[in-house]
């Protein structure tokens, strides 16, 4: 992890980003609200022509709404049952660069399912829960 303090607009924070989209590496921004944290980011990874897929942690997030999750749904007048992908996956199949915000608020056991997601030589992600 790279890590940027409070002043995220720097000139010297801001090449920290460039250079964690570049070399695909997660970058941990802490700072007070309000300072600009989401918008520098977003406006980057517009500059590097990539889409960015927030995702806001609170008490009440799960590893379904991340992950996704098995639901019923009708096909062909049938009840069945699916995967359906989470947020979490849309974004990385779309290869869209992800910002966590209020990571502080998710429950710990959606911070241990995100963990091997941030190894930086992780090549495979297997969703918990799942084969």
């Known amino acids: 992890f790279a890590w940027i303090g409070c002043r995220p607009a ?9 250079v964690s989209g570049a070399a695909k590496a997660p970058l941990l921004m802490q700072g007070p609200p309000g300072i600009g944290k989401t918008a520098i ?7 590097l022509g990539a889409k960015v897929e927030r995702i ?6 799960s590893t ?3 992950f996704g999750s098995i639901v019923p749904c009708i096909v ?8 359906q992908d989470g947020k979490l996956l849309v974004a ?5 660069w992800l910002l966590f915000d209020e990571v502080n608020l998710a429950p710990p056991e959606v911070l ?10 992780a090549e495979k992600f297997l969703v918990p829960g799942t084969d």
């Open 92 to 96: 990385l199949r779309e290869r869209r």
């Open 56 to 61: 806001n942690f609170s008490a009440n997030t």
């Open 76 to 83: 062909d007048g049938k009840r069945v049952f699916r995967w």
């Open 10 to 18: 720097s000139a010297k924070n801001i090449a920290r980003i460039f």
């Open 41 to 47: 980011v977003v406006a980057v990874a517009a500059v």
């Open 112 to 121: 241990e399912a995100l963990v091997p997601l941030l190894h930086r030589g």
């Open 64 to 66: 379904d709404q991340l």
